[in-house]
């Protein structure tokens, strides 16, 4: 017996979507939409410092940015040593920083997986680089590379290691090496605790089975675990790498991209652009292209890893 609803009811009904649903997408037109466009739209603009009104420009600010100039203009097809130098060093950061910090967590996060006496205890302790604030730990690692007083110059000293101090945050290699360090030592634990989430949905029975068939580590691992671990690798390194590519707050608060440029990158050039030099339209061009750059990535990342076994 069917029982016919009221017109409130079904009134109701077809509202049901648009009221629950609406405000979330008036949320994320709010915070993400909005920016976006706004990003754009900045971008192909220039801020006259005479009466601090937007001009359209075109693609005058990325033809600034990428190119090299030459009698105030642009030069297309010579790249800007600026952005040569910057770019390299941002794929020097994220990629040495990236790559240190998965292989450390992911062989950490094996390790944690297994019956060990003290393993609750570890997995806690292991996330405390990745709770405190990065601003903190950017300065307690400037703290530590200090050359006259710092804890790593000291430590190296009374091993006999070395005999005077190390200028860390005054050498370029250094300085970007002190970076990777501190980043490393920050994000690692984020890594630790995806990929130790992945490894609870392996199923125990196929480590069992390849076990019996005598299958080595390294083929249990590649043909067992890893398939069920691409997704986790997929989340991990997508939000590792965008974390990394616009990194600002360990950046500026241990070198703020020096000694002279050394260090700087994407991230601190943006900010540095915008907010320093008062150049919002080249600062929203940089934008653009990291945000191009990016999606690139997370692209390339889920044509690799977005295969999941659970699709199979």
Do not use: C, H
């Not at 062989?107 to 570890?122: N, P, V």
């Not at 029975?205 to 691409?230: I, M």
């Amino acid at each position: 017996m069917s029982i016919e609803k009221s017109p409130l009811r079904r009134k109701l009904d077809k509202l049901f979507v648009p009221l629950t649903v609406g405000p979330t997408l008036l949320w994320i037109a709010a915070i993400i939409v909005y920016p976006t466009a706004k990003l754009f739209l900045s971008s192909f603009q220039f801020r006259n410092p005479v009466t601090n009104e937007m001009e359209f420009v075109g693609l005058r600010n990325f033809r600034r940015l990428i190119f090299a100039r030459e009698g105030g203009e642009a030069v297309l097809g010579v790249f800007s040593p600026s952005f040569v130098s910057i770019t390299t060093n941002t794929v020097i950061y994220v990629g040495f920083s990236v790559s240190i910090s998965f292989l450390l967590g992911l062989g950490i996060a094996l390790l944690l997986d297994k019956d060990l006496k003290g393993r609750g205890w570890f997995r806690t302790a292991v996330i405390v680089p990745w709770i405190l604030p990065y601003v903190m730990s950017g300065l307690m690692w400037r703290w530590m590379f200090q050359s006259d007083f710092g804890a790593i110059n000291g430590a190296l000293q009374r091993l006999g290691v070395i005999s005077g101090n190390i200028p860390f945050l005054s050498d370029g290699a250094l300085a970007m090496m002190a970076l990777i360090i501190a980043d490393v030592w920050v994000f690692t634990p984020f890594i630790i605790i995806i990929l130790l989430a992945g490894l609870q949905n392996v199923p125990e029975q196929l480590y069992d089975a390849a076990e019996v068939d005598g299958a080595s580590r390294w083929s249990r691992f590649w043909n067992v675990t890893y398939p069920f671990l691409k997704p986790s690798i997929l989340v991990a390194l997508t939000i590792r790498i965008i974390f990394d590519i616009r990194a600002l707050d360990l950046v500026w608060v241990m070198t703020q991209g020096g000694p002279g440029k050394a260090t700087e990158v994407w991230a601190s050039w943006l900010y540095r652009t915008a907010q320093v030099f008062n150049e919002p339209g080249t600062g929203a061009a940089l934008g653009v292209v990291l945000l191009a750059v990016t999606f690139a990535i997370v692209a390339s990342l889920y044509k690799i890893f977005g295969e999941s076994p659970y699709e199979a």
